[in-house]
């Protein structure tokens, strides 16, 4: 090619990186690698798999699949390294992540290369973007570390993190799984996905070459089913996992009951939302970032087109312009901007949903052939595609856009909304106090304006709904790497029992009161159960004190659907909510005396017992009236002209199962911070003690609660639980009782992967303010959004 031609064509011309280093030091592993255990190298054995090049079909090298012995060998290390790099102390662990983040970006452009070859991503974007924020994470974390006493005192290490990654971004997502586990002191055992584990193997060795202590970072290679033998793993305290919603589907069925904490970071179609004001020109290049980055292999990327009417033919013109500018091909080259998918199975997903779409009357716009050697897959538009289609509702993880259009704010949301997941949302407009009237409206855990797919380590990163739990970044992404240090003195709760009812007192009340049969509470109204059946409340020498409407599942649904309606509570002030919480303690304390006799009826405190769990329920009231205006989130400082804001939002309808202990304090301790938050609540009270809860109708009638915000079923606690578990407009679910009983809510949240929060069957000491109030109780009532939003014109 001659200058002339360059400059009547202006195309560019190869500028291919050197990958000589890369494959040298594959070369230096002679091939073929095993999995990196207590510090050190296993050999690579005999069940190996190759490791290829999506781009050119090349095998790069073999690895090791794990089988249970070394999957049981990284473990017994990693525990064996916990207790010390615990002790070690903040200061000490800070001094390793920072000698990790030195090391990453000393071999900065070798992580690059090879991430590239690998993984069939751009070596634009694994040197401009992946591997900067690899080393960020890791600066970021060393600074937690060293915080760590002071900043999460009252915590402490889960103790070994079993993480479990995917292939769409493999160093950033091991540092993101591998950074706040170290500085919060536990010790990991990492598993790449099997087709790319390249970079953690050389992540293994930069371990080495800190002189990271053998046994606290663990890789252990293969596939699926290595991380499976993880998730079921007994020594295993905490599983964090990314990647698809049907695989963490499984997971949380197979931690549920054993104990473990999870994070999942799952699948989304996230809305990318265009107002006919926007900067369309802007706009379109937020779509090139949105869901041509990594060819559209991003959980967050934004998939699905959302844009306003007027400016709809004027959007997909300029967008079909520039999908054809897009150069497509050799990743390694400089200048290309789409790579390789990772590998046949997912072009065939790809292209299958693309059909789909195709089928459902889309039309289809692809920019540009593709080369005919390796696995690639073109920039690929579907216009006016139907809501119900596949196309529309599944994650297509690739270079694919939907789009439909909307008239208007509120129609934009409602289609926002309309899918399961729940990750990310882009808003475009130039009308800031839209844009940010949109942003909590919006069912997802990041929301840019006017920007798309920014990342940082101070920002929490993770998803509502189906796309996950848990946050990742940030000082929010720290608490899925503690327990609260007063777990380790909890005790077994004893399983209460239910009295027999004596004889003397069969014939029931005889006190001269004609139906003492209380009712529920639903819709700020009493209401008979749907059963039309009530059980017997004893005393603790067995005599009856009334009876309680038995619950089931049409109360339940009746009660959810009434918490429903009552979503303007999420949205009222803070200021509203704490008046109405201090007001029930008002109206609680006035009847002090009666509450009392009846804990002591019920379950045969003392009366100074009986009295101090009214008072400390009053004293609990008022902790969360003063909370309901100051659980406030942050601004996180983000290395970008702009802020991101951590909101802390409710989680919408939550299901409570209280405890049996301290009946009133117990429920009012799970209802109080719940509704503080703006949530509202089905509560089931203690299926043994449940007048407490029947008595306080009274209270929340006489205190201005709006109706529906809290919602009492009486009832067995398993059954009820398990119909709250199965309900999706139920988003979190909190559960008190016996450790079989935990068990059960976990392993019915998998389903709609609602996020729960269970007692394992542990005795929380209710009238503890460390064990049973304040923070924690707020953290498991709120998710954290972040906001981003740049600054400047
Ligand atoms: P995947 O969810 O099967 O794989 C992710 C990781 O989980 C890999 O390390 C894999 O070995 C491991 N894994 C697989 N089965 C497991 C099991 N039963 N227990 C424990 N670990 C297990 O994702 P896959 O098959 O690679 O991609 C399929 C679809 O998943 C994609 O088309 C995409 O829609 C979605 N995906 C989403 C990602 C995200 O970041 N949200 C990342 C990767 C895939």
Request: hydrophobic fraction near 40%.
């Given at each position: 090619?001659?200058?002339?031609?360059?400059f009547?064509?202006?195309?560019y011309?190869?500028?291919p990186?050197?990958?000589?280093?890369?494959?040298?030091w594959?070369?230096a592993h002679?091939?073929?690698?095993?999995?990196?255990?207590?510090?050190?190298?296993t050999?690579?054995?005999?069940?190996?798999?190759?490791?290829?090049?999506?781009?050119?079909?090349?095998?790069?090298?073999?690895?090791?699949?794990?089988?249970?012995?070394?999957?049981d060998?990284?473990?017994?290390a990693?525990?064996?390294?916990?207790?010390?790099w615990?002790a070690?102390?903040?200061?000490?662990r800070?001094?390793?992540?920072y000698?990790?983040?030195?090391?990453v970006?000393?071999h900065?452009?070798?992580?690059?290369?090879?991430?590239?070859?690998?993984?069939?991503?751009?070596?634009r974007?694994?040197?401009?973007?992946?591997?900067?924020?690899?080393?960020r994470?890791?600066?970021h974390h060393?600074?937690?570390a060293?915080?760590?006493?002071?900043?999460?005192?009252?915590?402490?290490?889960?103790?070994?993190?079993g993480?479990?990654i995917?292939?769409?971004?493999?160093?950033l997502?091991?540092s993101w799984?591998?950074?706040?586990?170290?500085?919060?002191?536990n010790?990991?055992?990492?598993?790449p996905a099997?087709?790319?584990?390249?970079s953690?193997?050389?992540f293994?060795?930069i371990?080495a070459?800190?002189?990271?202590?053998?046994?606290?970072?663990?890789?252990?290679?293969?596939?699926?089913?290595v991380?499976?033998?993880?998730?079921?793993?007994?020594?295993?305290?905490?599983i964090?996992?990314?990647?698809?919603?049907d695989?963490g589907?499984?997971?949380?069925?197979a931690t549920?009951?054993?104990?473990?904490?999870l994070?999942l970071?799952?699948?989304?179609?996230?809305?990318?939302?265009v107002?006919?004001?926007?900067?369309?020109?802007?706009?379109?290049?937020?779509?090139v970032?949105?869901?041509?980055f990594?060819?559209?292999q991003v959980?967050?990327?934004?998939?699905?087109?959302l844009?306003?009417?007027?400016?709809?033919?004027t959007?997909?013109?300029?967008?079909?312009?520039?999908?054809?500018?897009?150069?497509l091909g050799?990743?390694?080259?400089?200048c290309?901007?789409?790579?390789?998918?990772?590998d046949q199975t997912q072009?065939?997903?790809i292209?299958?949903?693309?059909?789909?779409?195709?089928?459902d009357g889309?039309?289809?716009?692809q920019?540009?052939?593709?080369?005919e050697?390796?696995c690639?897959?073109?920039?690929?538009?579907?216009?006016d595609?139907?809501?119900?289609s596949?196309?529309?509702?599944?994650?297509?993880?690739?270079?694919?856009?939907?789009?439909?259009?909307?008239?208007?704010?509120?129609?934009?949301?409602?289609?926002?909304n309309?899918t399961?997941y729940?990750?990310?949302?882009s808003i475009w407009?130039?009308?800031i106090?839209l844009a940010?009237d949109l942003a909590?409206?919006?069912?997802?855990?990041v929301?840019?304006?006017?920007?798309t797919?920014l990342?940082?380590a101070?920002?929490g990163?993770?998803g509502?709904?189906e796309?996950?739990?848990?946050?990742?970044?940030g000082?929010?992404?720290?608490?899925?790497?503690?327990?609260?240090?007063?777990?380790a003195?909890?005790?077994p709760?004893?399983?209460?029992?239910?009295v027999?009812?004596?004889?003397?007192?069969?014939a029931?009340?005889?006190?001269?009161?004609?139906d003492?049969t209380?009712?529920?509470?639903?819709?700020?109204k009493?209401?008979?159960?749907?059963?039309?059946?009530s059980?017997?409340?004893?005393?603790?020498k067995?005599?009856?004190?009334g009876h309680?409407?038995?619950?089931?599942?049409?109360?339940?649904?009746?009660?959810v659907?009434a918490a429903?309606?009552?979503?303007?509570?999420?949205?009222?002030?803070?200021?509203?909510r704490?008046?109405i919480?201090?007001?029930i303690?008002?109206?609680?304390?006035?009847?002090?005396?009666e509450?009392?006799?009846?804990?002591?009826?019920m379950?045969?405190?003392?009366?100074?017992?009986?009295?101090?769990?009214?008072?400390?329920?009053?004293?609990r009231?008022?902790?969360?009236?003063?909370?309901a205006?100051?659980?406030?989130g942050?601004?996180?400082s983000?290395?970008?002209?702009?802020?991101?804001?951590?909101?802390?939002e409710?989680n919408?309808?939550?299901?409570?199962?209280?405890?049996d202990?301290?009946?009133?304090?117990?429920?009012?301790?799970?209802?109080?911070?719940?509704?503080?938050?703006?949530?509202?609540?089905?509560?089931v009270?203690?299926?043994?003690?449940?007048?407490?809860?029947?008595?306080?109708?009274q209270v929340?009638?006489?205190?201005?609660?709006?109706?529906?915000?809290v919602?009492?079923?009486?009832?067995?606690?398993?059954?009820?639980?398990?119909?709250l578990?199965d309900?999706?407009?139920?988003?979190?679910?909190?559960?008190?009782?016996p450790?079989?009983?935990?068990a059960?809510?976990?392993?019915?949240?998998?389903?709609?992967?609602?996020?729960?929060w269970?007692?394992?069957?542990?005795a929380?000491?209710?009238?503890?303010?460390d064990?049973?109030?304040?923070?924690?109780?707020?953290?498991?009532?709120?998710?954290?959004?972040?906001?981003?939003?740049?600054y400047g014109?």
């Amino acid at each position: 090619m001659n200058i002339d031609t360059i400059f009547d064509t202006m195309n560019y011309g190869p500028a291919p990186e050197g990958r000589v280093e890369a494959l040298d030091w594959i070369s230096a592993h002679d091939g073929q690698f095993g999995h990196y255990v207590n510090g050190a190298f296993t050999s690579a054995g005999k069940d190996r798999f190759d490791t290829v090049n999506p781009a050119d079909g090349m095998v790069l090298a073999q690895i090791a699949q794990a089988n249970t012995s070394d999957v049981d060998a990284a473990v017994a290390a990693a525990r064996k390294a916990q207790s010390k790099w615990a002790a070690l102390g903040g200061h000490g662990r800070a001094k390793y992540l920072y000698a990790l983040a030195r090391l990453v970006q000393k071999h900065a452009r070798l992580f690059a290369v090879l991430e590239c070859l690998d993984n069939g991503k751009t070596i634009r974007e694994t040197r401009d973007i992946d591997i900067p924020l690899v080393t960020r994470h890791f600066y970021h974390h060393a600074g937690w570390a060293q915080l760590m006493e002071s900043e999460m005192a009252g915590f402490e290490a889960v103790g070994v993190a079993g993480q479990i990654i995917p292939w769409n971004f493999p160093l950033l997502m091991l540092s993101w799984k591998v950074a706040p586990a170290l500085a919060m002191g536990n010790t990991v055992v990492l598993k790449p996905a099997e087709q790319t584990s390249l970079s953690a193997l050389l992540f293994a060795e930069i371990c080495a070459e800190a002189g990271l202590p053998n046994g606290v970072v663990n890789i252990i290679t293969g596939d699926g089913r290595v991380g499976e033998m993880m998730t079921t793993h007994d020594d295993i305290d905490k599983i964090a996992f990314t990647g698809s919603t049907d695989v963490g589907r499984k997971i949380r069925e197979a931690t549920a009951g054993s104990g473990k904490k999870l994070t999942l970071e799952l699948g989304g179609k996230s809305p990318f939302i265009v107002f006919d004001d926007a900067d369309l020109d802007s706009a379109v290049e937020g779509v090139v970032d949105a869901i041509w980055f990594n060819q559209g292999q991003v959980c967050c990327a934004g998939s699905r087109l959302l844009v306003q009417e007027a400016v709809a033919d004027t959007m997909i013109d300029k967008l079909t312009a520039r999908m054809a500018t897009l150069r497509l091909g050799d990743p390694m080259d400089k200048c290309t901007d789409v790579g390789a998918i990772i590998d046949q199975t997912q072009r065939d997903r790809i292209a299958s949903l693309v059909d789909a779409g195709v089928r459902d009357g889309a039309r289809l716009i692809q920019s540009s052939s593709v080369p005919e050697l390796g696995c690639f897959y073109p920039p690929t538009l579907l216009v006016d595609v139907e809501p119900a289609s596949a196309a529309a509702q599944e994650e297509i993880f690739g270079p694919v856009l939907v789009t439909t259009t909307f008239r208007t704010p509120s129609e934009a949301t409602a289609l926002a909304n309309n899918t399961r997941y729940g990750l990310a949302a882009s808003i475009w407009t130039e009308n800031i106090n839209l844009a940010l009237d949109l942003a909590p409206k919006i069912q997802a855990g990041v929301v840019w304006i006017n920007s798309t797919n920014l990342f940082d380590a101070a920002a929490g990163f993770g998803g509502y709904r189906e796309s996950g739990f848990g946050r990742e970044g940030g000082r929010e992404g720290l608490f899925e790497y503690v327990k609260p240090s007063y777990l380790a003195k909890l005790k077994p709760a004893k399983v209460a029992t239910k009295v027999a009812q004596t004889s003397a007192t069969l014939a029931g009340a005889s006190d001269g009161l004609l139906d003492r049969t209380a009712k529920m509470y639903i819709g700020g109204k009493q209401a008979r159960p749907d059963g039309g059946y009530s059980t017997p409340v004893l005393s603790s020498k067995g005599a009856l004190l009334g009876h309680v409407g038995k619950g089931n599942r049409k109360d339940i649904r009746n009660a959810v659907e009434a918490a429903t309606k009552a979503a303007g509570w999420a949205s009222a002030s803070g200021h509203l909510r704490a008046q109405i919480l201090y007001y029930i303690a008002e109206n609680l304390s006035v009847r002090a005396d009666e509450f009392a006799d009846r804990i002591r009826q019920m379950t045969g405190a003392s009366g100074k017992a009986a009295h101090s769990e009214v008072e400390a329920t009053v004293s609990r009231l008022f902790t969360y009236g003063a909370w309901a205006d100051k659980h406030d989130g942050a601004v996180h400082s983000v290395p970008i002209r702009g802020v991101a804001l951590a909101m802390n939002e409710p989680n919408g309808v939550m299901g409570l199962c209280c405890p049996d202990a301290a009946p009133l304090l117990g429920l009012i301790s799970m209802i109080a911070p719940a509704i503080a938050t703006g949530n509202r609540v089905v509560a089931v009270p203690s299926p043994l003690h449940p007048l407490s809860a029947t008595d306080l109708y009274q209270v929340l009638e006489t205190s201005d609660l709006p109706a529906g915000v809290v919602n009492i079923v009486t009832g067995d606690r398993d059954e009820l639980a398990k119909t709250l578990a199965d309900h999706y407009g139920v988003s979190a679910l909190w559960y008190d009782g016996p450790a079989e009983g935990c068990a059960k809510v976990e392993h019915a949240s998998a389903a709609n992967l609602k996020r729960s929060w269970v007692s394992g069957g542990l005795a929380r000491d209710w009238h503890s303010r460390d064990q049973s109030e304040g923070r924690e109780f707020l953290r498991h009532a709120t998710q954290v959004k972040n906001i981003w939003v740049p600054y400047g014109e």
